[in-house]
């Protein structure tokens, strides 16, 4: 029985297989990592207007978002209204994803923060 070439059977057909987990596992790293790093700066940039102008929150804001280069912001917006502080994001996916027939190639995140009753 002639096995010499075994080993390079079995890379042929695992590879593909390994290469997929891989990119699973590192896209789902990177998209957890995108939702809670945004969610905790929108979060800040929330509660940041409790105790500062709107203008200099939003350039924390900014700035904590430029140091990780890889996530597309399109939009910040901050909204006021009498009980609340609200800041949503809006970031591009790197890929269009396909749900119930609608194409989604963006995402919203949003929080909000209440105003005391003394402000």
């Known amino acids: 029985m002639n096995i010499k070439g075994q080993a390079i059977v079995e890379t042929v057909i695992i590879l593909p297989l390994i290469l ?51 996530i597309p912001v399109n939009s910040i917006t901050f909204e006021e209204t009498k009980l609340k502080f609200m800041v949503k994001l809006k970031v591009k996916l790197p890929i269009n994803i396909n749900l119930l027939n609608t194409t989604k190639s963006s995402i919203e995140v949003s929080k909000e923060a209440q105003k005391t009753k003394w402000q």
């Open 20 to 70: 997929l987990i891989t990119t699973f596992i590192i896209s789902l790293f990177f998209y957890s990592f995108s939702y809670f790093f945004l969610n905790y700066q929108i979060h800040e940039a929330a509660f940041c207007q409790l105790s500062y102008t709107q203008s200099h929150c939003r350039k924390i804001l900014e700035n904590n978002l430029r140091l990780v280069a890889f």
